[in-house]
C-alpha cells in the first residue's frame, strides 16, 4: 500500500481510538463537592456520613447532608429511606429539636439531605445524640451516636414561651453570607407540641426592626415584616443594612389573629424586643 494511503488510514484509526478512550475516561462527579463531614455514624452493616458547608452541628439551623455506605461493598446507597431523631439528655429529662424530613438531594444519586435546629447546648458541646433509621430494600437498620454541637457566637435561634401558653422557636437561616444592601431574612417558626415534637407553625406574622446598639441605635430603612411562604414553608422579609457592625433584630410574633404572641416595640424607653436575633459582619 502506499504511503498516501496508510496515513489518512492510520489517522481514522488514532481518532476512533481518542474518541473510544475519552467516552470511557467520563470524570466521576464528586457528590460532596463543597461540603466538609462532621460525623461517622457507624453499625455492622453501613456508616452513615453527615456533611455540612461547615464540617460541625451549631446553634441554629443545621443544613446536612448523607450517605450511606455498606461497608462490606465500600459502595454507596442509593434508594435508601431515611428518618432521624436528635436527643438533648438533660439531667432528669430528655427533649428533641425542630427538624426536617430526609429526601434525596436534587440530582444527586447518592446523597440525601435535611436541617436540623439546635436551640441549646451545654458549654462544652455535649449532651446532644443522633439517631438515624433507614431502610434499604425492605430491611431496617438503625443507629445512634452522640454527637457535639457548638454554641453560635450570636443568637440565631431562640427559644421562649409565648402569650398563648405555647413554647416556640424560631431560628435565622439566611443571609448566610449578610452585605450592605437589602438581604433576604428568611426564618424558622416552629411550635413545641411535645418534647419530641417541633411542627412548622404556618400563617403568623414576624415584624421586623434591625437595630444596632453601638451606633445609637439606629435603624434602616426598606425593611419588610415576614410573611410565612407555603413552597418552603419558611418566614421571609427584606433586612436592611446599612453599615458592617454588630445588629440587633427586633422581632414580634403576631398569631394568624393579629395578635401579639411575644415582643415588644422599640421605642425611646424601651431599646430592645425580648424577642430578637443577632448577626454581626
Given at each position: 500500500m502506499?504511503?498516501k494511503?496508510?496515513?489518512?488510514?492510520?489517522?481514522?484509526?488514532?481518532?476512533?481510538?481518542?474518541?473510544?478512550?475519552?467516552?470511557?475516561?467520563t470524570?466521576?462527579?464528586n457528590?460532596?463537592?463543597?461540603l466538609?463531614?462532621i460525623?461517622d455514624?457507624t453499625?455492622?452493616?453501613?456508616?452513615?456520613?453527615?456533611?455540612?458547608?461547615?464540617?460541625a452541628?451549631?446553634?441554629?439551623?443545621?443544613?446536612?447532608s448523607?450517605?450511606?455506605?455498606?461497608?462490606?461493598?465500600?459502595?454507596?446507597?442509593e434508594?435508601?429511606?431515611?428518618?432521624?431523631?436528635?436527643?438533648?439528655?438533660?439531667?432528669?429529662m430528655?427533649?428533641?429539636?425542630?427538624?426536617?424530613s430526609?429526601?434525596?438531594?436534587?440530582?444527586?444519586?447518592t446523597?440525601?439531605?435535611?436541617?436540623?435546629?439546635y436551640?441549646?447546648?451545654?458549654?462544652?458541646?455535649?449532651?446532644?445524640?443522633?439517631?438515624?433509621?433507614?431502610?434499604?430494600?425492605?430491611?431496617?437498620?438503625t443507629?445512634?451516636d452522640?454527637?457535639?454541637?457548638m454554641?453560635?457566637?450570636?443568637?440565631?435561634?431562640t427559644?421562649?414561651?409565648?402569650?398563648?401558653?405555647?413554647?416556640?422557636?424560631?431560628?435565622?437561616?439566611?443571609?448566610?453570607t449578610p452585605?450592605i444592601?437589602?438581604?433576604?431574612?428568611?426564618?424558622?417558626?416552629?411550635?413545641?407540641q411535645?418534647m419530641m415534637?417541633?411542627?412548622e407553625?404556618?400563617?403568623?406574622?414576624?415584624?421586623?426592626?434591625?437595630?444596632?446598639?453601638?451606633?445609637?441605635?439606629?435603624?434602616?430603612?426598606n425593611?419588610?415584616?415576614?410573611s410565612?411562604?407555603?413552597?418552603?414553608?419558611?418566614?421571609?422579609?427584606?433586612?436592611?443594612?446599612?453599615?458592617t457592625?454588630?445588629?440587633?433584630?427586633?422581632?414580634?410574633?403576631?398569631?394568624?389573629?393579629?395578635?401579639?404572641?411575644?415582643?415588644?416595640?422599640?421605642?425611646?424607653?424601651n431599646?430592645?424586643?425580648s424577642?430578637?436575633?443577632?448577626?454581626?459582619?
Amino acid at each position: 500500500m502506499k504511503l498516501k494511503y496508510i496515513l489518512p488510514v492510520l489517522f481514522l484509526v488514532f481518532a476512533l481510538s481518542s474518541c473510544s478512550n475519552d467516552d470511557n475516561d467520563t470524570p466521576e462527579v464528586n457528590e460532596i463537592e463543597g461540603l466538609l463531614k462532621i460525623k461517622d455514624l457507624t453499625n455492622s452493616n453501613h456508616t452513615i456520613e453527615l456533611f455540612s458547608s461547615t464540617g460541625a452541628f451549631k446553634t441554629g439551623y443545621n443544613a446536612v447532608s448523607i450517605r450511606v455506605k455498606d461497608i462490606a461493598t465500600n459502595t454507596y446507597i442509593e434508594n435508601a429511606s431515611i428518618t432521624w431523631m436528635p436527643i438533648m439528655q438533660m439531667p432528669t429529662m430528655q427533649h428533641s429539636c425542630p427538624y426536617s424530613s430526609v429526601s434525596k438531594a436534587l440530582g444527586k444519586d447518592t446523597v440525601y439531605e435535611g436541617y436540623i435546629v439546635y436551640q441549646m447546648t451545654n458549654l462544652d458541646g455535649s449532651g446532644w445524640s443522633l439517631t438515624v433509621n433507614y431502610n434499604i430494600n425492605g430491611v431496617d437498620y438503625t443507629v445512634t451516636d452522640t454527637i457535639t454541637v457548638m454554641q453560635n457566637e450570636n443568637q440565631n435561634v431562640t427559644s421562649f414561651m409565648a402569650s398563648d401558653g405555647s413554647r416556640y422557636v424560631i431560628a435565622m437561616i439566611e443571609p448566610k453570607t449578610p452585605k450592605i444592601a437589602i438581604n433576604n431574612l428568611k426564618v424558622g417558626l416552629y411550635k413545641m407540641q411535645s418534647m419530641m415534637s417541633f411542627p412548622e407553625v404556618a400563617d403568623y406574622t414576624i415584624t421586623l426592626d434591625p437595630r444596632m446598639p453601638g451606633m445609637g441605635n439606629h435603624s434602616s430603612p426598606n425593611n419588610t415584616d415576614l410573611s410565612y411562604n407555603i413552597a418552603d414553608k419558611m418566614y421571609h422579609g427584606n433586612l436592611s443594612l446599612t453599615m458592617t457592625g454588630y445588629w440587633v433584630l427586633n422581632l414580634k410574633l403576631l398569631n394568624a389573629m393579629d395578635e401579639v404572641l411575644k415582643g415588644e416595640d422599640v421605642t425611646t424607653e424601651n431599646a430592645q424586643s425580648s424577642l430578637y436575633l443577632e448577626l454581626e459582619f
